[in-house]
């Protein structure tokens, strides 16, 4: 395992492909969700994720290269393809918005984590990267959660 600037460039270069992957899974649902309040959810947040995407990658860059990063760029391409072949066999958005549930925790926790290391590392950006899209990814996974339970109470009642 990398250790010092090593480590934090992984961990970055990590949370740029997993937030990339959330990012597209909204671009894409906005658009071929059948359910209008998905589709009208996806639409509310693509512009503060693909905002956090920006922040994340401009970060990324002021760390230097990783070494392997392109190799990890091409594995988070083949990864997204596969992500859009499960997709294609969901189809219900009750299975599409539990998915988009998972990745938006994943975030969550993720910065989460940068905003209490940042400050312990003394790496204000990391910390006020971490701090603000934590907060939006709260936001978004409170709505997401409430849209999946009348989603689950409709598909339950017939």
Do not use: W
């Not at 597209?24 to 209008?36: F, I, K, M, P, Y």
């Not at 091409?74 to 009750?94: H, I, M």
């Amino acid at each position: 395992m990398d250790r010092g600037r090593d480590f934090l460039r992984a961990q970055v270069s990590n949370a740029v492909m997993q937030h990339r992957t959330l990012t597209e899974n909204l671009r894409d649902h906005s658009t071929q969700a059948q359910d209008q309040r998905y589709r009208d959810l996806c639409t509310q947040y693509l512009p503060r994720m693909e905002q956090h995407q920006r922040m994340l990658e401009e970060y990324r860059a002021t760390l230097g290269e990783e070494s392997g990063g392109a190799a990890k760029e091409v594995l988070g391409a083949v990864l997204g393809k596969a992500r859009d072949a499960v997709d294609a066999f969901r189809n219900s958005d009750f299975l599409r918005i539990v998915g988009d549930i998972v990745t938006i925790r994943q975030s969550q926790d993720t910065f989460a984590t940068f905003a209490a290391a940042g400050d312990q590392l003394g790496e204000p950006r990391l910390s006020e990267i971490g701090r603000n899209c934590e907060q939006d990814h709260d936001e978004m996974q409170r709505d997401f959660n409430r849209l999946v339970q009348q989603m689950f109470v409709e598909h339950a009642r017939g």
